[in-house]
């Protein structure tokens, strides 16, 4: 029986065709979970197009590659996509949909091991876009990341407005969106090329070490950048407009943000830049424009501001008494309806370097020998100082003749008790100073 079996073995060339016809089609049909486990490490999935559904966790180290901007969809419970294999690369995918709970930490595109590369992917419609947890080395390049706008009511649980029923779709308040990128005890990173909107905080830093975050536009957001705990990044080329603050950097040391616009960025406690208990960090060739308080400093020393452009703010720079030892050189300030802010005499930080100090854009200059340093020393007076917090309305006061005069008399001859700094070198006037008319409110550049 056996011999006559493995003579009579030999099938039809037909029915053999037809078999690995089947076998085809049936892989074909693998949804983008099963090719994920099928793969080997070191594998790329290249997925052509169609809707996919979410919740997909890859598990291995592989790379996925989308044509034709392949979806996909979460159903608004958990990731969409979680990441926990070491070298993943995730490239050219439309992601939505995920989870709504904050303190799950749900996301988009949830990464919990090393070396991921997040490329080029459209990220909408979810909690968190990007959120890093306790990993290093991971890249996350030339993404557009827009947070929720709304949802059903029952997506948000108890935070729905109470006349909502639960499929009635409500706008999701900004401190209830998650952030575009969020990075949590993580180091070596790089966040580049990136534009974000509508999250509650554009990039978030917390514990996060050795970064390098450069050339994205965030707005739309809460803080264009919220940053705590936090040493030794580099922040370059990005521009912070139309959100509720620009950047806010505290508990941080030996930060360099170079090149940055914070412009644009308006509310009743807005600010460009704030930096709060940060030291040793470098603020060099920003620009800093339109907003309510150009740059903050609170408790905050053994800073430099160098070549940056504080101009056109209600205020220009506001220091506490708290920040000592920090040093203002060829910065650009003027056209602020209020140049600086003072808690107290200011006394402890310095206003030049190598006998150069800054360009106060409102005030004459007289540069007899012509080595571009005017001979006149500078003073800025702060003629309201903490009455300004408590009564706003005394700003309007700012402009009046009487008050320009008071202003010009106090700066050649401060009297006890008035809060001023005093810049004994200026620079003088030079072609780069803009029309003082020219005030309209500019875009981003």
């Not at 707005?219 to 040493?231: E, F, I, P, Q, T």
């Not at 139309?242 to 412009?263: I, Q």
Request: aromatic share 6%.
């Amino acid at each position: 029986m056996n011999k006559r079996f493995n003579n009579d073995s030999r099938l039809p060339a037909a029915i053999i065709v037809a078999c690995l016809l089947a076998v085809s089609s049936s892989a074909g049909e693998l949804s983008l979970q099963e090719r994920i486990e099928q793969a080997s490490p070191g594998d790329e999935i290249i997925v052509d197009g169609g809707i996919h559904p979410g919740g997909i966790v890859i598990d291995r180290s592989v790379t996925l590659t989308g044509i034709n901007r392949p979806h996909i969809e979460g159903d608004r419970s958990g990731h969409t996509v979680s990441i926990r294999a070491d070298d993943v690369t995730l490239q050219g995918f439309h992601i939505t949909g995920s989870g709504l709970n904050l303190s799950a930490d749900h996301a988009a595109v949830h990464i919990a091991a090393r070396g991921a590369r997040i490329l080029e992917n459209d990220i909408a419609d979810s909690l968190h876009g990007v959120y890093i947890r306790g990993v290093d080395e991971v890249r996350v390049a030339h993404n557009r990341i827009r947070g929720v706008e709304e949802t059903v009511a029952a997506d948000l649980g108890g935070a729905a407005p109470a006349s909502a029923s639960s499929g009635d779709l409500c706008a999701v308040s900004q401190d209830r969106r998650g952030n575009g990128v969020h990075f949590w005890n993580s180091s070596d990173n790089i966040v580049i090329g990136n534009e974000i909107s509508g999250v509650r905080d554009g990039i978030y830093f917390s514990f996060t070490r050795q970064s390098t975050v450069e050339g994205n536009t965030i707005y739309n957001a809460r803080y264009g950048l919220h940053y705590m705990y936090s040493d030794s990044n580099y922040l370059a080329r990005n521009i912070f407009t139309r959100n509720v603050a620009g950047a806010a950097l505290m508990f941080s040391k030996e930060v360099v943000l170079r090149d940055n616009d914070f412009v644009d960025n308006r509310g009743s406690r807005a600010y460009g830049l704030l930096l709060h208990n940060v030291d040793r960090s470098t603020v060099e060739s920003n620009r800093m424009e339109h907003n309510r308080v150009g740059y903050y400093m609170q408790n905050s020393h053994v800073n430099t501001a160098r070549r940056n452009d504080f101009t056109r703010n209600y205020i220009g720079l506001r220091l506490t008494s708290s920040s000592t030892g920090n040093l203002f050189t060829r910065n650009r300030i003027g056209h602020n309806l209020h140049n600086i802010d003072l808690s107290g005499r200011d006394n402890r930080n310095e206003w030049q370097e190598n006998e150069t100090g800054n360009r106060w854009l409102d005030s004459p200059t007289l540069d007899i020998n012509g080595d571009g340093v005017s001979e006149l020393p500078h003073r800025e007076v702060d003629l309201f100082g903490p009455s300004r917090e408590a009564f706003p309305f005394i700003a309007f006061l700012s402009e009046s003749p009487g008050m320009k005069a008071l202003r010009f008399a106090l700066q050649r001859a401060p009297v006890p008790g008035t809060h001023y700094i005093t810049d004994s070198r200026p620079v003088a006037s030079s072609p780069r100073d803009p029309d003082p008319s020219a005030l309209e409110t500019s875009s981003a550049r």
